[in-house]
């Protein structure tokens, strides 16, 4: 290759790396700057947004434990709303909200947000699990909030285990040990004399 040809590789090379920087630092954290939608669920009603929204199970196959609801709920609003409730349509599971700190409602500040989910955050345990969904399915749940009202979104189901081990259920059921097995132990057992020898015996 030429001197000049080698020169205007190294030219092309050097913009496209600029261009890419330039881009990065525009874009920042902020995934919707370049219109790339996250790969887990979210919805927005009003000033109300649901982001992220997961239901994790149990990390093994067919354990049978709690499940949990895992999210990041944005208020753009100017006065502060709880999370009064969150259901599952379709399936049996109900669903115990707890707040990070005390035992308040879960809060979504003014301008504010609140995470769903892992440690030292706020929590949504599903009791009893949710049977009625598989892994890789899509679940409904809603987000009840004090002034929006519904917010309802369809959740990936997914195991606790991977990127999800941290926000999973803190409840895993451990399976039962395995009992000894019961050794047999034999009784000595005595000669019985028979009946008719004794008897015949007995008249000699």
């Known amino acids: 290759m030429s001197r000049s040809l080698r020169r205007g590789a190294l030219a092309a090379t050097a913009i496209v790396i600029s261009i890419a920087s330039l881009s990065a630092c525009g874009a920042g954290n902020n995934a919707q700057t370049l219109e790339i939608k996250p790969d887990n669920a979210a919805v927005t009603v009003d000033d109300v947004k649901v982001q992220n929204a997961l239901v994790i199970t149990q990390p ?32 049996l599971g109900t669903v115990k909200l707890k707040a990070a700190e005390g035992d308040g409602p879960i809060v979504v500040p003014a301008n504010g947000s609140v995470v769903i989910g892992g440690k030292g955050n706020a929590s949504a345990v599903i009791e009893g699990g949710l049977r009625e969904a598989r892994n890789g399915d899509a679940q409904r749940v809603v987000f009840k909030l004090s002034k929006t009202g519904d917010v309802g979104l369809s959740a990936f189901v997914v195991p606790a285990s991977s990127y999800f081990k941290d926000f999973g259920p803190s409840e895993v059921p451990v399976p039962p040990a395995t009992p000894p097995t019961a050794t047999a132990t034999s009784t000595p057992t005595g000669t019985a004399t028979p009946t008719g020898e004794a008897t015949h015996a007995a008249g000699h």
Request: proline content about 9%; hydrophobic content about 40%; overall charge negative.
């Open 60 to 91: 093994d196959p067919g354990a049978i434990g709690p499940a949990v609801v895992s999210a990041t709920v944005f208020n753009n609003g100017l006065t502060r709303q709880t999370i009064d409730s969150i259901t599952l349509p379709g399936a």
